[in-house]
């Protein structure tokens, strides 16, 4: 492999072969087919034959013989204020499109100090804060320096907006309600909640932000301290000290999904909720919310109880699946595994006579209810045969930030005429029905599909399969179980983070497991 790109003595040795030569390394090109290799710089100043040579001779000493050819690319790119501008402009409307609303060419500022280029930009209160927030001024300085030959710096600062802004009302639709399905608990023990009410949603419903009343059996729980803090003074006021007090974490199930809480305790329940242990019924009443990107759910009330013994799941009403497809439509499968490729020429009896739907997302962050899918990829097994594939950009509705971006490839660019999550769910939908779900890491990929679905007023149930613990069980000797290394474990052909990628993937992943499980 190539390893030089990174490397500062890489470019501390170009430089070396002209005293005034500044230059970069922007990129280098791989040709897999011919096993070409192409090292891309830019400089500032005009390189004349006998330094291209220089370059040329140097860059294919150190590439690995591995390689049949090597050639350089040298462009020269001075950082003028016109083009710094419209790099940043660029930049800014391509990735933030949320903030490129506000944002002009002339909020940008330029001061030139030798080799190094000062930039300011002027944001409104509420992009300049989304900008801190994500240290995006980073991002904008790392994208300069690896196109222009200078060194920059910049600073942000607030601006005011004079314009005036043209409400138009909209008619929104909103989702249906969605009744939500209750657990009745018996034997009501109070501890902290005098007020004696004695029904629980389904933890399967609870997805929605807001109060809740959630039962269960606790499967684990832990106390923990709060972080205190010293007396300490604040615009001429003394704060007092602040003791570390004891929280608990508790995690419980009702037989229909599991969760967990974080709970303060109070002085007078301190000791009783010490006493809860592992398979001690809970009642709890609280709030769940959205912060920093992840769920929580935060318990304002507990009391002991006892779980219905003659417990019956309540299945929601399922809407059946269009008759045909109407935006999306499967395509034949590109790789087939087909039944002969098994140890014994017999398919294993966990693919017999079933239908498998494998699935992989890609999204704008970790958070079901706040970030959103921005693809989704599926294979179809039949009999052990990978059959049909199914796979549609999503347009978010909403800035992909640049951790992703990178991530996963895949940017506002890519999805800005993609459709909407409502305008594919249907066919998805049509797709998996009657299909068992398969997928690395399921819990993830099934709570945002899920979640999605609901809000349109739809429930999906399927049988749900996970490769990860599959693989626990049954594969040994792996330094992880993520699904790059499970793939080269089995010597799968592994794309990682792209949604179709990852199906095929995970689905040939999924037949290997059921081959050793039938071994």
Not at 27 to 48: A, H, P, R
Not at 111 to 130: C, Q
Request: one cysteine or more; proline letters at 3%; hydrophobic letters at 35%.
């Amino acid at each position: 492999m190539l390893k030089v790109s990174g490397k500062k003595e890489f470019i501390e040795k170009i430089k070396s072969f002209d005293d005034n030569f500044n230059v970069k390394l922007h990129s280098v090109e791989i040709n897999e087919k011919d096993l070409s290799v192409k090292y891309n710089f830019i400089t500032d100043k005009t390189v004349n034959d006998e330094l291209k040579g220089k370059i040329l001779a140097y860059c294919d000493n150190i590439t690995d013989k591995t390689f049949s050819s090597v050639s350089v690319a040298i462009k020269k790119i001075v950082g003028d204020s016109e083009l710094v501008i419209n790099a940043i402009d660029s930049f800014i409307k391509t990735n933030y499109p949320s903030v490129s609303v506000w944002f002009e060419k002339k909020d940008v500022s330029l001061v030139k100090v030798g080799n190094r280029i000062n930039f300011t930009i002027s944001l409104d209160r509420s992009n300049k804060e989304y900008f801190d927030k994500n240290n995006l001024l980073v991002e904008v300085k790392n994208y300069l320096q690896k196109n222009f030959c200078e060194e920059f710096s910049g600073i942000i600062v607030q601006k005011e907006i004079e314009r005036k802004i043209e409400i138009k009302e909209e008619v929104v639709e909103r989702p249906v309600a969605i009744k939500k399905r209750t657990i009745t608990v018996e034997e009501l023990e109070v501890i902290d909640d005098e007020n004696k009410d004695t029904l629980a949603v389904y933890i399967e419903d609870a997805m929605d932000e807001g109060e809740v009343c959630l039962c269960g059996r606790i499967t684990k729980i832990f106390e923990k301290m709060t972080k205190g803090s010293p007396a300490r003074e604040e615009n001429g006021r003394t704060i007092k000290e602040k003791q570390p007090k004891p929280f608990f974490i508790i995690e419980f199930e009702d037989g229909t999904g599991r969760t967990s809480g974080v709970y303060f305790s109070k002085e007078k329940t301190l000791d009783r909720i010490r006493e809860l242990k592992e398979g001690d019924a809970i009642l709890t009443k609280g709030v769940i919310s959205a912060y920093n990107g992840k769920v929580g759910y935060t318990i304002n009330k507990i009391n002991g109880c006892k779980m219905p013994e003659n417990f019956v799941y309540e299945k929601k009403e399922h809407i059946p699946a269009p008759l045909n497809y109407s935006k999306i439509f499967p395509k034949k499968a590109e790789t087939l595994i087909v039944s002969d490729m098994f140890t014994s020429k017999e398919t294993p009896k966990d693919l017999v006579g079933k239908e498998y739907v494998v699935f992989d997302i890609e999204t704008t962050g970790t958070d079901y209810m706040a970030d959103r899918i921005t693809e989704i990829g599926a294979v179809k097994i039949k009999d052990g045969v990978i059959t049909e594939e199914f796979s549609t950009l999503i347009n978010p509705m909403q800035p992909i930030p640049p951790n992703i971006v990178e991530l996963t490839g895949i940017t506002a660019e890519m999805v800005k005429d993609a459709p909407k999550f409502n305008e594919i769910f249907l066919d998805f939908y049509k797709f998996i029905e009657g299909s068992i779900l398969v997928a690395h890491n399921a819990d993830f990929d099934t709570k945002f599909v899920k979640y999605n679905a609901k809000l349109l007023n739809y429930t999906i149930d399927n049988e749900v399969q996970d490769t990860l613990l599959i693989a626990r069980d049954l594969v040994f000797g792996v330094s992880n179980y993520k699904l790059n290394t499970l793939a080269e474990r089995f010597n799968i052909k592994f794309h990682h983070h792209r949604a179709l990628s990852d199906a095929y993937a995970t689905a040939e992943l999924f037949i290997e497991l059921m081959k050793l499980k039938k071994e």
